[in-house]
């Protein structure tokens, strides 16, 4: 079946520490996207990709990294530079021609 | 500045009701506009998708409406059930497809027997 696979589904993350997310499609999906949702935000954008090689920042970029080498997969780090990262973690992937987004289940990080 | 609002947190409603949920804008101009659907600890998931040259969209019970006058969408779903209970989502698009959506907060829906 195709579908989107985020991994792991919990996190814990030491203070000081880089944790990476990982984000896997086989849709065949040219764009790709993460958001981050926390109690009574919504989703807010993080970074995001329309082809290989290539991403821009979202709104909440700072103490976040992507890299986009391969269409299948865009794997998230969270820095030590991010001050708040306990949060829920949402991938995402569309198609050109479909304009609605596949969601990947979400990681749950926490910062212990 | 830019706004997008859905104007409850919470809706209660008993079942075989209609439920109906709004969503406003400020500042933005999309293109289309979509509605989703998350259960708690998962990921949204699409329901529909409404352009701005459409005043109406329906889907089995699920009806969408789009006035880029009053800048607002109208989520409606008919003869609603305990099953239905969940937290949607609008979202906008201002750009061709690859682009990526502002969402709004969501607003948790409860379907009572």
């Known amino acids: 079946d195709g579908g989107i696979t985020q991994s792991p589904k919990y996190l814990f993350r030491k203070e000081g520490q880089n944790v990476t997310l990982s984000c896997e499609q086989n849709l065949n999906h040219d764009a790709m996207y993460w958001y981050r949702q926390d109690p009574g935000q919504g989703l807010r954008l993080i970074y995001y990709s329309q082809i290989v090689n290539d991403f821009q920042k979202g709104d909440i970029a700072e103490g976040y990294s992507v890299s986009r080498e391969k269409k299948e997969s865009f794997p998230l780090t969270v820095t030590s530079a991010q001050k708040n990262p306990t949060a829920f973690y949402l991938c995402?992937?569309?198609?050109?021609?479909?304009?609605?987004?596949?969601f990947g289940s979400g990681t749950r990080l926490t910062v212990v | 500045s830019q706004k997008i609002e859905q104007n409850s947190e919470a809706l209660n409603i008993q079942e075989g009701k209609t439920a109906t949920l709004t969503c406003n804008y400020t500042?933005?101009?999309?293109?289309?506009l979509q509605w989703y659907r998350q259960d708690p600890g998962r990921g949204p998931v699409f329901l529909l998708l409404?352009?701005?040259?459409?005043k109406e969209k329906r889907k089995e019970r699920l009806k969408v409406t789009f006035d880029t006058t009053l800048k607002q969408s109208l989520f409606h779903i008919t003869a609603s059930q305990p099953a239905d209970s969940a937290t949607y989502l609008c979202?906008?698009?201002?750009?061709?497809?690859?682009?990526?959506?502002?969402f709004g907060k969501g607003t948790t829906l409860s379907v009572s027997s």
């Open positions: 979202a906008l698009g201002e750009g061709q497809a690859g682009t990526a959506l502002i």
């Open positions: 409404i352009r701005e040259n459409e």
């Open positions: 500042n933005y101009s999309p293109a289309y």
């Open positions: 995402a992937s569309r198609g050109l021609l479909h304009y609605g987004y596949t």
